[in-house]
């Protein structure tokens, strides 16, 4: 009956109190004292309450003075001192007047041992790391398992067996495909359409033993993983079948069709479809599903890094086919070439708005009909890929321009200037480029221009130097929330650009970092794993960049999503009026871990020659 | 159970007459019958009296406030009703949440039109309390506090007169009112100041601060003393004494 309804109101929207029950809610608020600060007051560091920021600005500095953080609504302080009993030596200063709310240390604790996520949220929060704790989850449909789905039944058959043996007892046990086993281990996997395209088809005889037609050291997976990670498991390397290990050992088979079944709405053919079309249009048509296919990872919550390979995936063999297409139009190629892919796509993170950044390295000079060979293939391809949803590169990085269909030697020259002789304007145009990777034609030809750039980018003090800087020109908005950073797309619509402010800052680090070490991955994550494995960079910093880099592509690939579904156009401006309370923190989190790797990159990579 | 006739038809004549319920009404006699009775100085007012008011000479941060806000049946003390109260308490500064208190008061009438108001329905009013019950409590509570109140003349006013009629004596009242300071505030930096300028509302959102649901009296009090701790920390005066705030709250 005595409860403030402005302050109820307030922390039921409010994480983590939003995640109590409604009437406690009510009965805490009698817990709560609210005071005025005004701006330049400092709030008293020996208090050992929760404070938690209802408006205005507060500064946090750190004991030499800088600025570590800017608190606004929603935010809090002192849970430090309420959770280790010792006092940490920042200082808070308000900013802009502001009102908090003080819970006194009892209330505090006895929601902490009464709630576990209340709990979980302050420990996180204090201890820096990304509190990536999901909301409850209320649909497990999102996260099967492979064990939920498959019949522990395993259909077994020895590698001396005879292929009619193999037919009979797929027959008698009606399944499509068989496990492959020498004393107990699995050596292999025979599948009908095996029995179809290497036997019959090549006029074997029946008595031709499995252990000739089958499928050695095939893929499979363990009976703990998701279902989703088959599914990426299966479009990326394009199969229908997989062996699941318990401990090792098989113990089952799941196939596409199982999948199928249990989340009826994955075209999870749809790689096999693309490669299967003999016109532009029809792969036009293909692609019309790649939208379904990413609502449908939306829903089921596939983490957007798995999203983006298989996004990524798809664009790999629509540019694949596209250009075997081209090859049936123009006929055969007059020389061995590499089609290469700049970029997000060269990372595997792909988004669904990105558009082309593509080239062609040639083993000859184009010159003569070599030239006007490649100059039409390259115009089909990328013409091609434009009707197929991904967008023409509005900065000309593809293959079709004339500058970007070089040779080796070419190429060679190009990166060299770039790297011998840097300078930031050209930097930073370039830095795109130093993120490639072959998307078909020969992998040797790029091999070959891959060593020589990293031959080049080693220990190359003054070109680092100037990626550096390059990296470090933008930076992570710190208080954006008060809207001084957010920025306009053009169509009159403001907003925080996810990928300018936040996904480029992280993969522009990494990238110097790799190119520092010569490290071939091109994939951020796998580039910030291998750093971590040769020691580069510390292990706790990597999982910090890691974290950061899932959360943001996260929050991009959910509003992406959501935009599709909305039949919105799709665009990188967060409105962070949109947020929820958990996400707000997340991303303060992310854009700290940034400034915090910025820091490391210029006191590793700039310092006076 | 059904009614008998007769006592449908009371109920009939009571509802013509715009009168509540049996319990209401027996609330109403027995109102009355206080009036009637003039009860002598009772012990709250002497108890209240007694204590010394607020030393004026005090820091504003050692004040204990008590910001008041009431609702009620029309603008008249002396012929309208209290409908609810509603207080908070603001300590070292501080506004004390566990020490707020709003309560639902029991009018001898219906609440009628100003229920569109306050949103105090008579079917609320069940829950509701007697006043002298209530203002007993208040005054015994906070002898010696400051009162603070928005436009406090309705809150001055209509505690008066409630606490004549059922005390048979006023207390020595004071309030700080924080309508006044905004007026002065606004006056200083040489605005015309309107009417709607000076309204509850418009104060908030004039020092960003959070608004609320109004004319609910807890609701109120709580926007009221936002308001207070947002004036002193604006006076920019760590030394600012109770009377300083006396003579900045003056018209």
């Not at chain 1, 199969?239 to 079944?261: F, G, Y």
């Not at chain 1, 799709?570 to 871990?593: E, I, W």
């Not at chain 2, 007694?50 to 204990?64: Q, S, T, V, Y």
């Amino acid at each position: 009956m005595s409860e403030i309804s402005e302050v109820s109101k307030f922390l039921a929207h409010t994480t983590p109190f939003n995640q109590l029950p409604a009437a406690q809610i009510s009965r805490l608020t009698r817990h709560f004292t609210v005071y005025y600060y005004q701006a330049q007051e400092l709030v008293p560091a020996e208090t050992n309450r929760l404070l938690i920021v209802r408006t205005g600005v507060f500064s946090l500095y750190s004991d030499q003075q800088q600025l570590l953080a800017k608190l606004q609504e929603g935010d809090f302080y002192g849970y430090q001192r309420l959770l280790t009993e010792l006092g940490d030596h920042d200082q808070l200063r308000c900013e802009e007047d502001g009102l908090v709310y003080w819970l006194d240390q009892q209330s505090f604790h006895q929601l902490r041992h009464q709630f576990k996520n209340f709990d979980i949220f302050f420990q996180r929060l204090f201890s820096r790391r990304l509190h990536q704790y999901q909301e409850q989850q209320h649909n497990n449909r999102f996260t099967l398992k492979i064990d939920d789905i498959i019949h522990h039944r395993k259909v077994t058959i020895a590698p001396e067996q005879n292929v009619q043996t193999a037919a009979a007892l797929m027959t008698e046990q009606r399944v499509s495909s068989l496990l492959v086993e020498e004393q107990d281990k699995l050596v292999g996997i025979v599948t009908d359409r095996d029995l179809r395209s290497r036997v019959l088809a090549k006029d074997l005889p029946a008595s031709t033993q499995v252990c000739q037609i089958m499928t050695r050291q095939p893929h499979h997976i363990d009976r703990h993983a998701y279902l989703f990670e088959a599914v990426q498991l299966m479009s990326r390397h394009n199969i229908h079948h997989l062996p699941v290990m318990d401990n090792n050992v098989s113990c089952s088979m799941i196939t596409a069709t199982d999948i199928i079944r249990a989340q009826q709405d994955h075209p999870v053919y749809l790689i096999g479809q693309i490669h299967r079309q003999q016109t532009v249009d029809g792969l036009e048509q293909c692609s019309l599903q790649i939208k379904t296919l990413a609502i449908v990872m939306g829903k089921q919550q596939v983490p957007a890094a798995e999203a983006s390979h298989i996004l990524t995936t798809l664009t790999d063999a629509l540019t694949q086919r596209l250009i075997q297409l081209a090859q049936i139009k123009l006929g055969n190629a007059p020389c061995v070439f590499s089609w290469l892919a700049f970029g997000s796509q060269a990372r595997m993170d792909q988004s669904l708005n990105a558009d082309q950044d593509n080239a062609l390295l040639l083993e000859k000079e184009p010159v003569a009909e070599i030239a006007d060979y490649f100059q039409a293939l390259a115009e089909f391809v990328c013409q091609g890929l434009a009707r197929c949803g991904v967008k023409l590169c509005p900065g000309n990085i593809m293959a079709s321009n004339d500058e970007l269909r070089l040779s080796l030697k070419g190429w060679s020259t190009r990166f060299a200037r770039w790297i011998g002789t840097p300078t930031p304007a050209a930097l930073l145009n370039a830095s795109i480029y130093f993120d490639l990777r072959v998307i078909e034609g020969s992998r040797g030809l790029f091999n070959a221009l891959q060593q020589d750039i990293l031959a080049r980018t080693v220990n190359n003090d003054l070109f680092l130097l100037h990626m550096a800087h390059t990296a470090l020109e933008r930076t992570a908005p710190l208080g954006f929330f008060k809207n001084f950073i957010l920025e306009p797309d053009g169509h009159h619509k403001q907003g925080l650009d996810l990928k300018k402010r936040g996904i480029s800052l992280l993969t522009d680090i990494v990238r110097v970092y790799a190119l520092s070490a010569g490290i071939t991955q091109i994939n951020t994550r796998a580039r910030l794993q291998q750093l971590a494995k040769l020691q580069l960079i510390e292990t706790k910093q990597m999982q910090n960049l890691l974290d950061a880099f899932d959360v943001l592509s996260q929050l991009r690939f959910d509003k992406h999503v959501h935009e599709l579904q909305q039949d919105h156009d799709v665009t990188n401006l967060l409105d962070p009026a949109h947020l929820s309370g958990l996400q707000r923190h997340q991303l303060k989190d992310c854009f700290n871990v940034i400034n915090a790797a910025q820091q490391s990159l210029r006191y590793r990579f700039c310092r006076e020659l | 159970m059904p009614l008998l006739p007769n006592q449908r038809k009371v109920r009939k004549w009571l509802s013509r007459l715009q009168l509540p319920d049996w319990r209401t009404l027996a609330q109403q006699l027995n109102f009355s019958r206080k009036l009637t009775l003039k009860v002598p100085v009772s012990d709250i007012i002497q108890q209240f009296d007694k204590i010394p008011a607020a030393d004026p000479r005090l820091n504003i941060a050692d004040c204990r406030f008590v910001v008041i806000d009431i609702e009620t049946t029309g603008l008249n003390a002396k012929t309208d009703y209290i409908v609810s109260i509603g207080w908070v308490v603001i300590q070292a500064q501080e506004i004390v949440l566990a020490n707020a208190k709003h309560h639902l008061i029991a009018t001898p009438v219906s609440v009628g039109q100003s229920a569109v108001f306050h949103g105090v329905h008579d079917h609320h009013l069940t829950s509701a309390r007697d006043l002298s019950e209530v203002l007993s409590e208040f005054l015994s509570d906070f002898a010696g506090a400051v009162f603070v109140a928005h436009h406090a003349n309705i809150e001055q006013q209509f505690i008066t007169v409630a606490c004549q009629r059922l005390f048979g004596k006023a207390p020595k009242l004071r309030f700080v009112d924080t309508m006044a300071l905004e007026w002065q505030r606004l006056q200083q930096h040489g605005k015309v100041v309107k009417n709607q300028d000076l309204q509850l509302n418009a104060c908030l959102q004039r020092h960003h601060l959070p608004t609320s649901q109004q004319h609910h009296a807890l609701a109120d009090a709580y926007s009221c003393a936002l308001l207070l701790l947002c004036q002193l920390k604006q006076s920019r005066d760590p030394n600012l004494q109770l009377a300083d705030l006396y003579k900045m709250a003056k018209m």
